[in-house]
C-alpha cells in the first residue's frame, strides 16, 4: 500500500507531533495505522471549502470602465430658436445757445432753431439702447425677429419712457430674397452722415427715420434691389387722411472702387386726397401727388479717407423721412423740396478719427406760406448745418468724442425773429462717451 504524501502547514503540525508520539506507546500496528488515517483525514480540507477556494483563486479584479456618455439621457431641447443680445450705453453732455423745434433747447438732439440766446446745458443718457433677435432655420429659410429699444420715449422730468426703435419679424431664403415686417430704418436713403448728435442732420438734409412697414429684398453678387410699402403709425388728422402708404424702391450696386464703395438710386411715390382741418382751406379736398427722388453714395477715396453723401428731390416728403410740417402746405397741397447732405470721415490711426460735414434742406418758397392745413406752422424756408467731430475708440466698445455744430434756419413768411433778419443762429457743443457690447 502506497502511503499518501501529506503537506503540513499551519497548526497542524502540533497536533501532528502529538499524535506521533502517542502511536509510539502503543505497540499494536492495526491500531498505528487507525491512526494514521484519522490523521490524514483531519489534515484534507472539507470538499466545499475546496470548491470555493478553488473559485475565490479564479475570480479576477474587476476593471474600471469610463461611462458611456452618449449613453446617458439627455436634457430636453426647450427651445429651436437662438438668441442674441446686444446694447449700448451712451451719456452725452450738451451745451446750446438756441430754442429749437419742442421749445426747449434742441430736444435733446439738433434739429432747427426757432429763436437764439437761449443757453443752456444738458446731460443726456437718453439714446443707451438694448436690443435682442431670435431666429430660427428650416429647408432652405430663416425666420427671424428683431426688438431694440432706446429711452426716447414720452417723459415727465428725468423719467426718462423706452420706447421701440425696431421690432420686426423677417424670413429669408438663402439664395437672396428676404421679406420683412414691422417697424424699421426707412429702406430708401439709408446712408448717414458721421455724426454723435442723435438728430444725424434730421431737417438738415438727410432723410431717415425708422416707420412700420413691409419690405421685400434681393440680393445678388454685388447688386441688391428693394421694394417697400412705408406708412406712419396713425396719430392724427392727417395720418388718418393718408390712407395710400409710401411705395419705395432702391437699387444698390456695392462694387463701386473694387467692392469697398456704395452706390444706390432711391424713389418713391403716393398719392392721397387731403382735406385740411383749418385755415381758409379747411374741408376741401385736394388730390396731392408725394414722390421723391433720390442717389446715395459712399466712396472710400484711400484707406484714411471715405466720404458719404445723399442728394434728394421731391415733393411731400413729410413725417416717414423726419420732415414733419414740411409735406403739405395750407390748401392740402404738397410742398416742393431738395436737400442733401456730404460727410467725410478721416481714421488718423485705429484710435483716432475725424469728421467733418454739411447738410441743407431747402423747400420751395413759394409753397412755405403760413401753414394752417393742420394748425401748424411751416418750420422754415431752408436750414443748413455744419459740423465737425473727433472721436477716440479705445476698442470695439468703448469710445469717447466731442463734437460742434452751427445751424442756421431761415424763417418762413418773411418771419424777423433773429439777430439777422429771418436767419437764425445756433451753436451746439457735444461731449460724449459710449460702451457698445
Not at 322 to 345: H, I
Request: hydrophobic residues 40%.
Amino acid at each position: 500500500m502506497k502511503t499518501p504524501r501529506l503537506a503540513l502547514r499551519g497548526p497542524a503540525l502540533p497536533a501532528l507531533l502529538a499524535l506521533a508520539a502517542q502511536a509510539a506507546a502503543q505497540n499494536s500496528p492495526a491500531d498505528l495505522e487507525a491512526r494514521v488515517q484519522r490523521l490524514e483525514n483531519a489534515l484534507q480540507p472539507p470538499p466545499a471549502a475546496e470548491a470555493s477556494a478553488v473559485r475565490i483563486s479564479r475570480v479576477a479584479a474587476p476593471e474600471f470602465t469610463a461611462p458611456d456618455l452618449q449613453a446617458e439621457k439627455q436634457p430636453a431641447v426647450t427651445s429651436a430658436v437662438d438668441l442674441k443680445f446686444w446694447g449700448r450705453v451712451s451719456f452725452v453732455s450738451t451745451y446750446d445757445n438756441f430754442q429749437g423745434n419742442g421749445s426747449i433747447g434742441g430736444i435733446d438732439f439738433q434739429n432747427y432753431v426757432t429763436k437764439e440766446g437761449d443757453e443752456e446745458l444738458s446731460f443726456n443718457p437718453r439714446d443707451s439702447r438694448f436690443g435682442f433677435a431670435g431666429s430660427s432655420s428650416f429647408d432652405a429659410w430663416t425666420g427671424r425677429a428683431v426688438v431694440e429699444t432706446d429711452f426716447y420715449g414720452s417723459n415727465a422730468g428725468a423719467n426718462l419712457l423706452p420706447r421701440i426703435r425696431l421690432a420686426y419679424a423677417e424670413i429669408a431664403h438663402r439664395d437672396g430674397f428676404s421679406l420683412r415686417a414691422g417697424q424699421d430704418w426707412i429702406p430708401v436713403a439709408v446712408l448717414n452722415p458721421g455724426l454723435i448728435d442723435f438728430g444725424i442732420l434730421a431737417w438738415s438734409g438727410n432723410l431717415w427715420n425708422r416707420v412700420p412697414q413691409i419690405t421685400g429684398r434681393y440680393k445678388t453678387g454685388d447688386f441688391e434691389a428693394t421694394l417697400g410699402l412705408l406708412h406712419a403709425r396713425v396719430a392724427s388728422a392727417q395720418d388718418q387722411q393718408e390712407r395710400m402708404p409710401w411705395v419705395v424702391g432702391r437699387l444698390v450696386w456695392n462694387g463701386l472702387l473694387d467692392k469697398k464703395g456704395v452706390l444706390a438710386f432711391d424713389a418713391g411715390y403716393r398719392q392721397n386726397t387731403i382735406t385740411p382741418t383749418a385755415g381758409a382751406s379747411a374741408g376741401v379736398g385736394n388730390d396731392a401727388v408725394n414722390h421723391l427722388l433720390a442717389v446715395e453714395a459712399k466712396l472710400p477715396v484711400c484707406d484714411c479717407l471715405t466720404v458719404t453723401a445723399e442728394a434728394w428731390t421731391g415733393a411731400g416728403i413729410g413725417a416717414e423721412f423726419l420732415r414733419a410740417g414740411l409735406d403739405y402746405d395750407n390748401t392740402g397741397a404738397e410742398v416742393q423740396g431738395s436737400g442733401g447732405f456730404v460727410s467725410a470721415e478721416w481714421k488718423i490711426d485705429p484710435t483716432w478719427s475725424v469728421n467733418v460735414g454739411y447738410g441743407l434742406d431747402d423747400p420751395a418758397d413759394d409753397d412755405t406760406t403760413a401753414r394752417t392745413a393742420f394748425d401748424a406752422a411751416v418750420p422754415f424756408d431752408s436750414n443748413r448745418t455744419v459740423f465737425a467731430n473727433v472721436r477716440c475708440q479705445w476698442n470695439q466698445q468703448t469710445g469717447a468724442g466731442l463734437e460742434v455744430l452751427q445751424t442756421e434756419t431761415e424763417l418762413a413768411n418773411g418771419a424777423t425773429t433773429g439777430d439777422d433778419g429771418s436767419r437764425l443762429r445756433g451753436l451746439r457743443v457735444t461731449l460724449g462717451m459710449w460702451f457698445v457690447f
